[in-house]
């Protein structure tokens, strides 16, 4: 894994990955000062020139399934971390009573 030091923050390169139309790089920035992370999510099509339209149907349509399968993939992050908040809560309060 790349990773970059600044004063304050780290990035590190966790994926990327590319293909004829598309690359995607997954990174984990993290605030040196308390340990905070977050994943950020870069995607990009290639063959979009600045200022153009995407030469093809097909690799912008590949391009919008890629975004779509990450937010998906961000959606169910959140669902799995809000339902296991829930279940650790519920489990304090059984312990308490």
Do not use: C
């Not at 870069?42 to 399968?69: K, Y």
């Amino acid at each position: 894994m790349e990773k970059l030091r600044l004063s304050e923050h780290s990035l590190t390169l966790l994926s990327s990955t590319s293909s004829k139309h598309q690359a995607t790089m997954i990174f984990q920035l993290k605030q040196n000062s308390n340990g905070e992370r977050r994943t950020v999510y870069h995607l990009g099509l290639l063959d979009w020139e600045s200022g153009g339209v995407p030469p093809s149907e097909e690799s912008f349509l590949g391009f919008m399934d890629a975004v779509n399968s990450v937010r998906r993939h961000l959606e169910n992050e959140q669902l799995k971390d809000a339902t296991s908040e829930v279940t650790s809560e519920s489990k304090k309060n059984r312990n308490y009573q």
